[in-house]
Each structure stands twice: as C-alpha cells, then as structure tokens.
C-alpha cells in the first residue's frame, strides 16, 4: 500500500504524547536533538563519532571539497577503516561544478572534469567574477579511500543527491545543511543535528523507503524526497512544507540559503497577510544563484502588507535550511526554498514538534540575526544576472530529467 499520498493538513498537530508500553513507561522515548549553529563544533562531533564507531559508518555527501577539512574528514575514516569499521560514501557528482567554482576550486574525489562541468563552472566563474586555475591536484586520501578494502565510495555517478547526512553505527546521526569543506566549518552560518538512538535511525532507514508515511502526530519524523523512491518532479515533501507553513498562526522564523520557488514565496506572503510575524534570515550576496534571492526578497519586501516582516541579510553566506513554526514545530535539513530541492534533488530534512527544541533552533537565528542587517529598502540587482541564473536552473533541472530517464530505461 503506497504511503506518499495521505492528505496533507493545514493545521498544525497537537504537542505530541509519548507512547507508552505495557507497563506505563514511555516506549522508545523521545529525546531532544542537539542542533549545532557553529561550524567548528559541529565538525568536533562528527570526529568525536568518526573516532567512537565500532562497526559502520555511512555518509551522504553533496559537496566533499579537497582542503584542509575535507582531507582531514577523509583521513578520520580512513583510520575508522583500518580499525575495521566498514564505511560507506555516497558522494554525487554533481556537486562537482561548484567545487571547482568555490573555495580551494578542488574536489576530494572529481579529478577529471568533463565537459558538460567545466561549462557550468565557467558559467558560474563568469557570473560571480571568479577565476583561477581548474587543474586538479591528486588527492593521496581520495586513492587511500578509494582503494581501501573496508571503505565503499560511490562517486562516479550524477545522483542529484542534495542530502548531508552521518549514520554511525546504526546508533546516532547528524543530519542538517553542512557539506564538507573549509567554508562549512569555519564561515558560513549553517546548522546540524544530532539524533541519538536505534529507533531514529531506523526511522529515517524507513521514510527514505517509503516504508512509512510522515507523520506529523509523531514529536520527531523526517521530511524526505527520493528520485528513486517518488520519481522526478513528484515531491511529498513539498505539499508537507507548504502545509506548515500554510498552518502558521502566530510566527515563522526561517533561515534559507537559496530562495526563488513561488509556491514558497506566495506561502510567505500569505502568512504575513493574515497576521502571521515572519522573520527571514538570508545572505547579503551569496555564493551563488545571489540575484534570485534577492529578487525573491524585493517581492517579498514589495507585496508584504504589513511591517509584521523582516528580512535580514547576513554579511556571511547564510547556507542553513530551518523554519522555525509557532515557536514549536521544527523543519530543519538539506531542502531550500528552490525547485531543485523539490523535486529535482533527492533531500533530507527533519521535522520536531517540540517547544524545546524550537526555542534552541530560534535563539541560534537571532543570534545570526543580531550580525546581520535588516533590509529597509528593495535590492538592486542585475536583470542578465537574475536571467542567468534562471536559465542556469532550468537547464539544471531539464539534465536531471533526462538523467532520470536514462536511469528508468537502462537495463
């Protein structure tokens, strides 16, 4: 029986009641997540996991940048290797074009750049007045890794995996916004979340499956689209994000690195339009696809009703994805306001209803907030720009059609 087509509700669920077992005593209890809102401390735990695993460690990479932190992510597993620990990489190759645009312009894993790459990397270089050179550099841990018999590294294949997520042991996980790199750990404002306890990971094992439906009744489930599992351009987590925000009543915090989706954009403006207090923190300038945003903010800032929103622009790239509704139910993850991540890209996001936690989730905002400048008047921004990168994502999403229609009819 399909579990992706349950109707979606424009009201937000009740706080949760912990199941009980026979004996009264809460069964498989819920245990607050720790979110990260810095870089550095976020990485101290993913080591201080990498370190601990005795068996298995997983991990979903979307970018793996070959600098100081991706090499040393890269040799901590490679010492869990040799201690017998199995270790399995899902690193997706279309992440590579903004590797060689950004940071160090290396990749751990992509050496060779192949055409279709080196012309969205000049695209992207142009736009952004980047240069330098795309000569890649061998990589001693990406060979070690790649050759090590306890290690599986599958990176030669465009999975449209946007996804950043840890498994350790089939015990804990850390999931968030946060790809491995210099930029991620030291500067860019970003969030992880750690998740401790057998039953969540086999939660999360289950949604990507669509063994279970979501279920916002539950005080922790996860918010998920699958190519594999749902298909191209069908994405449940849409509907169910929409719906939270649809549901908002009194406020909306929300942290998004790349905006430009209308259905996500119109939703905003509704809930400011019927009173609902939105705070949205976002990048000055960022990295890339910057003239959407800022587009994105000026309609926004235009049809907005009411002072009852503020937009605030980070001087730092602002890379987190987190919406914060009523100051109770949580949405955190990899998914932006984009439609590269609903529908195209295969995302993770996790969803908590739980005032605790979403009081944790909206200081970490108002913290990045207090660094950051409020918008008092529309952007400007460049019309060929903005156009570029419209028809940057159009052509993004029409190569992950046909991708997806190769993989369908491949033998």
Same mark, same amino acid.
């Given at each position: 029986?399909?579990?992706?087509?349950?109707?979606?509700?424009?009201?937000?669920?009740?706080?949760?009641?912990?199941?009980?077992?026979?004996?009264? @005593?809460?069964?498989?209890?819920?245990?607050k997540p720790t979110i990260y809102a810095d870089g550095t401390e976020a990485y101290t735990r993913i080591f201080a996991h990498i370190a601990a695993a005795q068996?298995?460690?997983? %991990?979903? $990479?979307?970018? +793996?940048?070959?600098?100081?932190?991706?090499?040393?992510?890269?040799?901590?597993?490679? $010492? /869990?290797?040799? #201690?017998?620990?199995?270790?399995?990489?899902?690193?997706?190759?279309?992440?590579?074009?903004?590797? &060689?645009?950004?940071?160090?312009?290396?990749?751990?894993?992509?050496?060779?750049?192949?055409?279709?790459?080196?012309?969205?990397? +000049?695209?992207?270089? #142009?736009?952004?007045?980047?240069?330098?050179? *795309?000569?890649?550099?061998?990589?001693?841990?990406? !060979?070690?890794?790649?050759?090590?018999?306890?290690?599986? %590294?599958?990176?030669?294949?465009?999975?449209?995996?946007?996804?950043?997520? +840890?498994?350790?042991?089939?015990? =804990?996980?850390?999931?968030?916004?946060?790809?491995?790199?210099?930029?991620?750990?030291?500067? +860019?404002?970003?969030?992880?979340?750690?998740?401790?306890? /057998?039953?969540?990971?086999?939660?999360?094992?289950?949604?990507?499956?669509?063994q279970a439906a979501f279920d916002p009744a539950r005080p922790l489930d996860f918010l998920a689209h699958s190519r594999g599992t749902h298909g191209l351009h @069908?994405?449940?987590?849409?509907?169910?994000?929409?719906?939270?925000?649809?549901?908002?009543?009194?406020?909306?915090?929300?942290?998004?690195?790349? *905006?430009?989706? $209308?259905?996500?954009?119109?939703?905003? *403006?509704?809930?400011?339009?019927?009173?609902?207090?939105?705070?949205?923190?976002?990048?000055?300038?960022?990295?890339?696809?910057?003239?959407?945003?800022?587009?994105?903010?000026?309609?926004?800032?235009? @049809?907005?009703?009411?002072?009852?929103?503020? !937009?605030?622009?980070?001087?730092?790239?602002? @890379?987190?994805? =987190?919406?914060?509704?009523?100051?109770?139910?949580?949405? !955190?993850?990899?998914?932006?306001?984009?439609? *590269?991540?609903?529908?195209? &890209?295969?995302?993770?996001?996790?969803?908590?209803?739980?005032?605790?936690?979403?009081?944790?989730?909206?200081?970490?905002?108002?913290?990045? /907030?207090a660094e950051a400048t409020r918008l008092s008047r529309r952007f400007t921004t460049a019309k060929a720009a903005l156009l570029l990168e419209r028809a940057v994502?159009?052509?993004?999403? #029409?190569?992950?059609?046909? #991708?997806?229609?190769?993989?369908?009819? =491949?033998?």
């Open positions: 029986m399909s579990t992706q087509h349950q109707p979606v509700s424009n009201s937000l669920p009740s706080e949760p009641t912990p199941p009980l077992d026979a004996a009264g @005593h809460a069964a498989n209890a819920y245990r068996h298995t460690i997983e %991990v979903r $990479a979307f970018v +793996w940048r070959d600098d100081d932190t991706g090499r040393a992510v890269a040799r901590a597993l490679l $010492a /869990a290797a040799e #201690r017998g620990v199995k270790v399995s990489v899902y690193k997706d190759r279309v992440a590579a074009s903004y590797e &060689y645009h950004g940071g160090t312009r290396q990749s751990l894993f992509h050496k060779r750049i192949g055409f279709d790459q080196r012309l969205q990397t +000049w695209v992207l270089d #142009r736009a952004y007045s980047v240069r330098g050179s *795309l000569a890649q550099r061998p990589s001693v841990e990406a !060979i070690a890794l790649l050759s090590h018999p306890n290690v599986q %590294v599958e990176h030669a294949r465009k999975r449209f995996d946007h996804a950043k997520v +840890w498994v350790f042991d089939d015990q =804990a996980l850390m999931l968030g916004g946060m790809g491995i790199g210099d930029d991620h750990r030291h500067r +860019w404002v970003d969030f992880m979340v750690e998740l401790q306890g /057998a039953p969540v990971v086999q939660r999360l094992r289950q949604r990507l499956a669509a @069908h994405c449940p987590m849409l509907e169910q994000r929409l719906a939270l925000i649809n549901a908002a009543t009194s406020s909306l915090h929300i942290a998004m690195a790349y *905006l430009g989706d $209308a259905r996500f954009t119109e939703a905003l *403006l509704a809930a400011v339009n019927r009173g609902v207090s939105v705070s949205l923190i976002t990048s000055a300038r960022a990295d890339v696809m910057g003239h959407i945003n800022r587009a994105t903010c000026n309609k926004l800032f235009a @049809h907005a009703q009411s002072d009852r929103l503020q !937009i605030f622009v980070h001087p730092q790239m602002v @890379h987190a994805k =987190a919406i914060v509704i009523d100051e109770r139910i949580c949405d !955190i993850g990899s998914a932006n306001f984009t439609p *590269l991540s609903h529908g195209v &890209y295969d995302e993770v996001n996790l969803y908590v209803n739980d005032p605790a936690f979403a009081q944790d989730l909206v200081q970490a905002m108002q913290l990045r /907030a994502v159009a052509y993004m999403s #029409r190569r992950a059609a046909k #991708r997806h229609r190769q993989t369908l009819l =491949a033998p």
